[in-house]
């Protein structure tokens, strides 16, 4: 039996697998951060209780469901991969190199707004591109040449 595909290059939705890992991940998130102790507002811990969960999804659940799809389909996804390694090298990159013109000491305050933003958009306009298409089909011997005329089909009448 098959497994079905996880298609990675979609939007994350709220289906039920998701609201089950969100279930199962918000009593240990709310275990560890218990936002009713944090003597704020009651919109605050209302917020807390219901986001910090949401995040550890994406922390937790969304990363292993990109493992997963690659491993059940690592013939159609590796340019998914592909482009996820992408994103973080050249990201890491830039970090690297912003890093080492502040002299290894901590980097300025807008690089991290600007290196998320250079994965994010490596990651959209590889997202963005067309999907791959067949490869053009050399004509045969016997075929005229692209572009060349050719003679109409018998039977073909004329205009």
């Not at 493992?67 to 690592?74: G, K, M, T």
């Not at 990159?93 to 080492?100: H, M, N």
């Not at 000491?105 to 298409?133: D, V």
Request: overall charge positive.
């Amino acid at each position: 039996m098959k497994m079905k595909t996880i298609p990675i290059d979609k939007p994350v939705r709220l289906t039920w697998d998701f609201l089950v890992a969100y279930f199962v991940l918000a009593m240990p998130t709310l275990w560890i951060a218990r936002p009713w102790s944090w003597g704020l507002p009651a919109y605050s811990e209302i917020i807390g209780t219901v986001l910090l969960p949401f995040m550890a999804v994406f922390l937790v659940y969304c990363p292993m469901l990109f493992a997963l799809s690659i491993v059940r389909d690592y013939s159609n996804q590796k340019r998914a991969l592909a482009e996820f390694f992408i994103a973080v090298v050249v990201t890491c990159g830039f970090y690297i190199v912003v890093w080492a013109c502040n002299g290894f000491e901590e980097p300025p305050s807008w690089a991290y707004p600007a290196f998320c933003t250079i994965a994010s958009y490596i990651l959209r306009f590889g997202i963005k591109r067309l999907p791959n298409q067949p490869p053009l089909q050399r004509p045969t011997s016997g075929t005229p040449a692209a572009g060349a005329p050719s003679a109409p089909p018998p039977g073909a009448v004329g205009r």
